[in-house]
C-alpha cells in the first residue's frame, strides 16, 4: 500500500477500577476505515497498525491517540506515522484531528472529521495540508455494522491539483461473537485532478478479524490481523496489518483515606 492511502487510514494504560463489559460487543475502528463513534467522557484510546509489503518488505507504522474533549460529542486525536520504504525509514505526516458528533440514534451515527497534516523531511512537497471526511455507522441488526467514509485532502502550501485526493471507504463487520469480529474493508484514493496520466489511483480489499480483551480494571485490548490486497494501474501487491488499540477511563475511581 503506498504511504499516501496510508495516512489516511486513518494510539503503560493507566489501571482504574470499573466494571468488565465481557458481554458487549466491540464497537471500534475496523482497521482502514473510520467509525462514527467519538470516545466517552473520560475514556481514552491508543491505537497502533504496522503494515508490511509481503513483496517490497515496505512498512509502514502508525499511532493514534484519540481524547474526548470533553465528552463524547467532541473528539480530538493525533497520528503520528513512520514509514519505511526503498530501504529508508522515515517520520510520515503528522495530523491532528478534531471530531464532531452530529447524530447519534439507535442503528445510525453520523461523525464528520476536520484534520490538519504537517509534512516532514520531503522537499518538493506539499507541506501541509487539510482533510475533511465525514464517518457513518450503521447497526441494522444484531448481527452486522457497517461503516463508510468519504473524504478530500487538499494541500495548503507547495501543492498542485494532482496533490488533492478523494478518498472512499467501507466496511462490513460481522458479529460473530461479542469479542469476535470478522471484517472485509475497501478503501479507494482518486486524484481530483483525473485527466492526468502521472497520479495515482489505488483500490485497497481487506479480509481480517480482531478480537477483545476486557480486564476487571476498564481496560479492554483489542487485536487484529488483515490481509490487505493493493491495486493500483501498474500491480497489485498483498500485505500484512496488524492491529492493536488499548482503551480504558483516565481517572481512578479509588476513593482518597
Request: net charge negative; hydrophobic share 40%.
Amino acid at each position: 500500500m503506498t504511504t499516501k492511502l496510508l495516512s489516511w487510514l486513518v494510539p503503560a494504560p493507566l489501571l482504574v477500577s470499573s466494571v468488565a463489559r465481557a458481554d458487549e460487543p466491540i464497537a471500534d475502528n475496523s482497521f482502514l476505515v473510520e467509525e462514527a463513534y467519538n470516545q466517552e467522557s473520560g475514556v481514552v484510546q491508543h491505537i497502533q497498525t504496522m503494515q508490511l509489503d509481503l513483496k517490497s518488505h515496505d512498512w509502514g507504522y502508525t499511532f493514534t491517540e484519540e481524547w474526548p474533549a470533553p465528552n463524547e460529542e467532541h473528539q480530538v486525536s493525533v497520528t503520528v506515522p513512520v514509514n519505511h520504504t526503498d530501504g529508508k525509514t522515515t517520520l510520515g505526516d503528522l495530523y491532528v484531528h478534531y471530531r464532531r458528533e452530529l447524530f447519534h440514534g439507535d442503528h445510525v451515527v453520523v461523525t464528520p472529521r476536520a484534520s490538519l497534516w504537517l509534512r516532514t523531511g520531503q522537499e518538493a512537497a506539499p507541506a501541509s495540508g487539510v482533510q475533511f471526511q465525514a464517518c457513518v455507522s450503521v447497526q441494522p441488526d444484531g448481527v452486522l455494522v457497517l461503516h463508510s467514509n468519504v473524504g478530500v485532502s487538499a494541500p495548503l502550501s507547495n501543492g498542485s491539483a494532482s496533490d488533492t485526493y478523494v478518498v472512499l471507504g467501507q466496511s462490513l463487520i460481522w458479529l460473530a461473537q461479542p469479542k469476535l469480529n470478522l471484517l472485509v474493508e475497501a478503501a479507494a484514493t482518486f486524484p481530483t485532478a483525473t485527466m492526468s496520466t502521472d497520479v495515482s489511483r489505488e483500490l485497497v480489499v481487506s479480509p481480517g478479524l480482531r478480537t477483545a480483551i476486557d480486564f476487571s480494571s476498564g481496560l479492554q485490548i483489542v487485536p487484529g490481523v488483515a490481509a490487505p490486497l493493493s491495486i493500483d494501474a501498474d500491480h497489485h501487491a498483498w500485505a500484512l496489518l496488524f492491529y492493536l488499540s488499548f482503551e480504558h477511563p483516565l481517572q481512578s475511581s479509588r476513593k482518597d483515606g
